[in-house]
């Protein structure tokens, strides 16, 4: 049975969402932030020495990141919603699998701290901005492309970007002027997997 640790309003959300589109069997231990802090509360610690979320315990087997927690998912939902047969819609999922973490949340995460920083924050923001359209207006071009990140079907990439889109609609004003963006989310969001998802994991803010 997977156990998956849940912080409230985090990455995690995609794990829970992921696990109800491939039915796989699991419960939820939740976390909640500190108020002031908004940080991690410390019995996370005891799961995985990160203290961070998600991490997933399947009978002993711990991992944490949130890729490599999709990886071991679509491995144990036998290949489901993994890459694309197609060699071109395989690259795509390889590609969006990556860049969810890899490039567009870095930049969002970054304007998130400028904003908690006084004085100076807003103008840090208002330059770092134009950074974080660059990556915007990219995936909605590729979203422009097709209906969903990989190709003609929904997949495990879709869900890794799920996040960073998300987040993006407060912090960056993803859905200003990219109508392929805003439509995904709709579509993602309409899912049943996801509905359920967020009974499961309580409060989120981002949905």
Request: proline share 7%.
């Amino acid at each position: 049975m997977i156990t998956v640790h849940h912080l409230e309003n985090s990455r995690s959300q995609r794990i829970l969402w992921l696990i109800e589109e491939l039915a796989l069997p699991y419960t939820v231990k939740r976390y909640t932030r500190n108020k002031t802090t908004m940080l991690a509360p410390p019995e996370l610690r005891q799961v995985h020495p990160l203290g961070k979320s998600p991490v997933i315990d399947d009978d002993g087997v711990v991992i944490a990141e949130t890729g490599a927690i999709v990886e071991y998912l679509v491995e144990k939902g036998d290949g489901r919603l993994g890459a694309p047969a197609h060699r071109e819609d395989a690259l795509r999922y390889r590609h969006f699998l990556h860049y969810a973490e890899g490039s567009l949340m870095p930049p969002l995460f970054t304007k998130l701290v400028l904003s908690r920083v006084p004085l100076f924050g807003k103008a840090a923001q208002k330059k770092f901005q134009p950074m974080i359209d660059v990556h915007l207006d990219y995936v909605e071009a590729e979203l422009a492309a097709r209906p969903w990140l990989a190709g003609k079907d929904f997949t495990a990439a879709d869900v890794m970007m799920s996040f960073p889109l998300e987040a993006a609609v407060t912090r960056a004003g993803a859905t200003e002027g990219r109508p392929h963006i805003a439509a995904w989310l709709q579509k993602i969001h309409a899912r049943p997997a996801y509905q359920a998802a967020l009974k499961a994991g309580g409060p989120y803010a981002y949905a």
